[in-house]
C-alpha cells in the first residue's frame, strides 16, 4: 500500500509516524513544499527573542532520521500542484522538474499560508513573517546581525524599531521577543483590544503588561499604507499615525493553503476542507487533516479551521488508524479552542468559547469573575489570577473560561478545558479534588472557587451587574463603595456612597436614606466584600446586586473612561486583589 501524504509538520508527520507504526509493509511518501518538514513552530518566536539561541534545536527531525527511524520517503521542496482522484495521482514540482505520483491512500495536510491584505507597499523587502524556520531566522538576523549579507554589499546597521500587524498570538510572541532583543515595537491591531480572542477585561492586563514591556500598542486601527524609504520604510495607519520601522511583522491571520485541493473538486467551506469525523474528504481515497481543515466547534456548533498544534497531532494519528484500521479508528473531537501564550510576566490562557462566539451562536450565558491568588495568600509569591468563566444560562454547563496572571493559570485552564470536554456545569467545579498545598494552590482553589460563586448566582443567593452596565447604573441606582474608607479616599466612582462592608449592618439607614427607592449596587475591590453586603442588603429588603469581579473588572472594561480610572488606580481590598500581577 502506498500512501502519500502532502504536508509535514504536525499534522502531516503525525499521521506518517502513526502509519508506520501500524504497517511496517506500507510505502509512505512524505512530500514537503518547505526547507523543513519537522520543526518546531511554536518555538520560532523564542528563537527571535534569543531565549532558543541554537536554530538547529527547532528542527525536530530531518528527511534522514525519519527515513532511519521510520523508513519514511520524506522529499523536501516538492510542492503538490494538483490531483487527479480518478487515476489517484498528484502532479508535483521540484528542483529535479514535474512528476506524477501514484497513491492508494492520499492524506492532505497542507496547512496555512499567512494572510496578505492589500496594502500598499507590503511587498517591501523590510516586511516578514513569522511561520518557518526561514522566517525565524531572517527575522533574527535583522535584529543581531550588522554584518552584511553579500561582501560586496555595505554593512547593514541591526533593525532598532519595529511595527508588529496584528496582536494576536504570534504577533504578540513576536512582539515580546523584538522587545526583548531591545528593538522599539508598536503593535498595530484592528480590533479594539489585543489577542482578540480573549474579552476585552482579560486583554486589558495583556495590554498593561505590553506597556510595561515598552511595547506601544496601537488598537481599533489598520494598515493604509507602507512608505518604502533608504532608511527605514514608514508604516501609515488608517487613523492617521505614521511609524516608523526598520523591520516590519505582518500576523493579521492564516488561511488554508488549499487552491490546488479545490481544483480537484474536493469539497471545501471558505478554502478550508470538510470531512467527516474520521477525516475523510468528500473523495474517496482522501483524507485531510491539520490547520486546512474545517472543524465542528465543541461549545458553539460554528464551524471554522483552527490553527493549534495539539489537535493538527492528533487528527493526523487518527487520519493513519482510518487508512489502516477502518471501522475501529476513534472519531476527532470536537476541539474547545484552548491555548495559551506567555506575554512578560503573564501568562493569558483560554478554553472553549468566548462572549462574542457565545453571541454570534445565540446561545444565552451567564458570567463570572474572580481574581483570587494563585496559592495561599500567607505564602510568599502569591499574585493574582484574574478568571472568567461563561456558563449556560438555564443550567450552569461550561462554556468557556479564560485566565490572565504571573503564575498557575496554565493548569487552571487545562482543568477548566478538562471540565468543558467531559460536560461539566459551572457549580460541579465546586466538587474537584485538587492537590493542595501552600505553595502551589489553596484549601478552596481558585476552580473550586469559580464553582461556588457559579452555584450561588444560579441559585439567587448572588445577584450580579457588570462593568459593562455601568452607564446604566450611574443614572438608575445607588452605588455603594464597600471598601474600605482608605482605599476609597485613594480613588473612587463620583457620585457612589461609601460605607465599609463591616459597618453596613449598623448604617442601612444611611444606605435607605441615600437610595431613596432605587436599586442599590454594590462594589469593592475585586467582588468579594461586595458579595457579602450584597446577602445583608438582600435580606433587609434592598434591591441589590454586587459588581462582577469588582473594580479590578471594572477598570479593564472602562480602561479609557477617566471617572472609571480614577477610581481604579490599585484598588487595594482584599488579599494582594490590588496588586498588578
Known amino acids: 500500500m502506498r500512501i502519500v501524504i502532502v504536508g509535514g509538520v504536525a499534522a502531516g508527520m503525525s499521521a506518517a509516524a502513526r502509519a508506520r507504526r501500524l504497517d511496517e509493509n506500507a510505502e509512505i511518501i512524505v512530500l514537503e513544499r518547505g526547507e523543513h518538514v519537522s520543526y518546531a513552530t511554536c518555538g520560532l518566536p523564542y528563537y527571535v527573542g534569543g531565549e532558543i539561541e541554537d536554530a538547529a534545536s527547532l528542527l525536530v527531525q530531518t528527511p534522514e532520521s525519519l527515513r ?29 522538474g514535474v512528476e506524477t505520483i501514484e497513491y492508494d491512500a492520499l492524506v492532505l495536510a497542507p496547512g496555512a499560508v499567512a494572510v496578505r491584505p492589500p496594502i500598499p507597499g507590503l511587498d517591501s523587502p523590510r516586511v ?23 561582501a560586496t554589499e555595505p554593512a547593514r546597521e541591526s533593525a532598532r524599531q519595529a511595527v508588529v500587524l496584528g496582536a494576536g498570538f504570534i504577533g504578540l510572541e513576536a512582539a515580546e521577543a523584538l522587545a526583548r532583543q531591545g528593538v522599539r515595537v508598536s503593535l498595530v491591531e ?48 488608517t487613523d492617521g499615525t505614521r511609524l516608523p520601522a526598520d523591520l516590519i511583522v505582518l500576523s493579521v491571520g492564516a488561511r488554508p493553503d488549499t ?21 475523510r474528504t468528500s473523495v474517496p481515497g482522501i483524507w485531510a487533516a491539520g490547520d486546512a481543515v474545517v472543524s465542528t466547534d465543541a461549545v458553539t456548533g460554528l464551524r471554522r479551521p483552527v490553527a493549534l498544534a495539539g489537535p493538527a497531532n492528533r487528527a493526523g494519528r487518527l487520519v493513519a488508524d482510518d487508512i489502516l484500521r477502518p ?20 501568562t493569558a490562557a483560554m478554553t472553549g468559547a468566548n462572549r462574542a462566539s457565545l453571541t454570534a451562536a445565540g446561545i444565552p450565558f451567564r458570567t463570572i469573575h474572580l481574581h483570587p491568588d494563585q496559592h495561599a495568600s500567607y505564602f510568599p509569591g502569591a ?23 504571573a503564575d498557575g493559570v496554565d493548569k487552571r485552564i487545562d482543568v477548566l478545558a478538562t471540565a468543558i470536554r467531559a460536560g461539566l456545569t459551572a457549580p460541579d467545579l465546586i466538587d474537584l479534588d485538587l492537590a493542595y498545598a501552600p505553595p502551589y494552590g489553596q484549601a478552596k482553589d481558585p476552580v473550586n472557587l469559580a464553582g461556588l460563586v457559579a452555584a450561588n448566582v444560579l441559585d439567587g443567593t448572588l445577584r450580579l451587574w457588570y462593568a459593562q452596565d455601568l452607564p446604566t447604573v450611574r443614572q438608575t441606582a445607588l452605588l455603594l463603595d464597600v471598601r474600605s474608607r482608605r482605599e476609597y479616599c485613594a480613588g473612587h466612582l463620583p457620585g457612589s456612597l ?26 469593592c475591590a ?38 472609571p480610572r480614577a477610581e481604579a488606580a490599585r484598588p487595594t481590598g482584599g488579599p494582594r486583589a490590588g496588586r498588578r500581577p
Open 259 to 279: 487552491a490546488f485541493v479545490e481544483r480537484a473538486g474536493i469539497r471545501c467551506e471558505n478554502g478550508a476542507i470538510v470531512t467527516d469525523d474520521h477525516g
Open 190 to 237: 484592528l480590533a479594539d483590544h489585543v489577542l482578540p480572542p480573549l474579552d476585552e477585561e482579560m486583554a486589558f492586563f495583556v495590554a498593561d503588561e505590553l506597556d510595561r514591556l515598552g511595547v506601544t500598542v496601537h488598537t481599533g486601527s489598520g494598515t493604509r499604507e507602507i512608505i518604502p524609504g533608504a532608511a527605514h520604510d514608514t508604516v501609515v495607519l
Open 128 to 150: 516578514h513573517t513569522l511561520r518557518t524556520v526561514s522566517d525565524a531566522l531572517a527575522l533574527r538576523s535583522a535584529v543581531t546581525d550588522s554584518a552584511p549579507p553579500v
Open 68 to 96: 532511519a527511524a521510520l523508513a519514511l520517503d520524506v522529499r523536501t521542496r516538492h510542492e503538490v500542484t494538483a490531483i487527479d482522484p480518478v487515476a489517484r495521482t498528484v502532479t508535483v514540482h521540484s528542483d529535479r
Open 498 to 523: 461609601n460605607i465599609p462592608h463591616t459597618q453596613l449592618r449598623d448604617r442601612l439607614d444611611e444606605v435607605r436614606q441615600a437610595a431613596a427607592g432605587r436599586p442599590v449596587r454594590v462594589l
Open 327 to 346: 471501522g475501529a479508528a476513534r472519531p476527532w473531537p470536537r476541539p474547545t479552542g484552548t491555548a495559551i501564550v506567555r506575554v512578560g510576566r503573564l
Open 383 to 405: 499574585s493574582a489570577i484574574h478568571l472568567l468563566v461563561h456558563m449556560r444560562d438555564d443550567d450552569g454547563l461550561l462554556l468557556g473560561a479564560q485566565a490572565v496572571g
Open 526 to 563: 475585586s467582588g468579594v466584600r461586595s458579595a457579602l453586603a450584597h446577602r445583608i442588603l438582600v435580606q433587609a429588603g434592598f434591591d441589590s446586586a454586587s459588581l462582577s469581579g469588582g473594580l479590578l473588572t471594572l477598570r479593564a472594561v472602562h480602561r479609557d473612561d477617566t471617572g
